[in-house]
């Protein structure tokens, strides 16, 4: 699977610093242009396949962690999860309508489970607001594994930030199906724009379980930080989220 992220045209109107309350600027480069963000292990659908019976290894620990959710029934829930989603990431990623065909004990469970997620992940963002982000930061790393990690489609993310790199606010700005995801250079920058943003770390999952840039990856990633430069914005990094490990395509020297 692959990002597929539309050029902004040929212009694109900002606010240059310093000026933007009172005077209307272009901006004009030959690095605004379409680029493609791809999975250099792709495998069987984009995903970490599992062999048969594998997943069923798993079973007594996701049991274990549903019980405080269902109590004595948890190996029972455990099986039927497994059973129709493949997994707890799967199933913790399932649509409403996915959702709503589960036994009304699964569904209840399930819910549960994706706000017990959504308050980690709200605890790990007050943390970061407490001093500048590093991409290299070990908490940054595990939030950005919470919310990226198991996910079996791929998401690009992207944390604003200040000019001394404190943080701003942090987006999911692109996802993706299975097939394809497209996000906007001008809906990126623009965000950027209005959030105030001067600086900006972004980060993608491969769902292969892979964290090595492909040659797509560099190519975009070169791109856009030139494209950030001429808008004043800095590319601190950009991240890519495997399984177990997360690659700095600045340390890869790609920046």
């Known amino acids: ?5 539309p050029g902004i045209g040929d212009h694109l109107p900002f606010y240059p610093r310093g000026e933007r309350k009172n005077k209307r600027s272009r901006v004009c480069t030959a690095d605004v242009r379409s680029f493609h963000l791809a999975d250099s292990h792709p495998g069987d659908g984009h995903r970490v396949t599992c062999a048969p019976g594998e997943s069923l290894r798993y079973l007594p620990l996701l049991a274990e962690l549903l019980e405080p959710f269902a109590g004595a029934r948890s190996t029972a829930v455990a099986t039927r999860l497994i059973d129709r989603f493949g997994s707890l990431a799967r199933a913790l990623e399932a649509s409403d ?3 709503n065909t589960l036994e009304h004990e699964d569904a209840n469970i399930l819910r549960k489970l994706r706000a017990a997620r959504e308050l980690t992940s709200i605890a790990m963002r007050e943390q970061l607001v407490r001093g500048p982000v590093s991409p290299t930061g070990e908490h940054y790393h595990v939030y950005l594994r919470n919310l990226l990690g198991t996910l079996s489609v791929e998401k690009i993310h992207a944390t604003f930030l200040d000019r001394k790199h404190g943080y701003i606010a942090d987006e ?4 993706g199906s299975g097939a394809s995801t497209e996000i906007r250079n001008r809906a990126l920058v623009r965000r950027a724009l209005d959030l105030g943003a001067r600086a900006l770390i972004l980060a993608h999952n491969h769902p292969s379980g892979s964290s090595e840039p492909s040659k797509a990856d560099v190519r975009a990633t070169s791109s856009l ?3 950030l430069r001429a808008i004043e914005i800095e590319l601190v990094d950009h991240l890519v989220i ?3 490990a997360i690659t700095s395509m600045r340390e890869q020297g790609c920046l």
């Open 1 to 5: 699977m692959a990002f597929r992220i």
């Open 97 to 99: 309508r996915q959702q």
């Open 172 to 175: 999911i700005v692109g996802a």
């Open 225 to 227: 930080r030139r494209l």
């Open 242 to 244: 495997g399984r177990g």
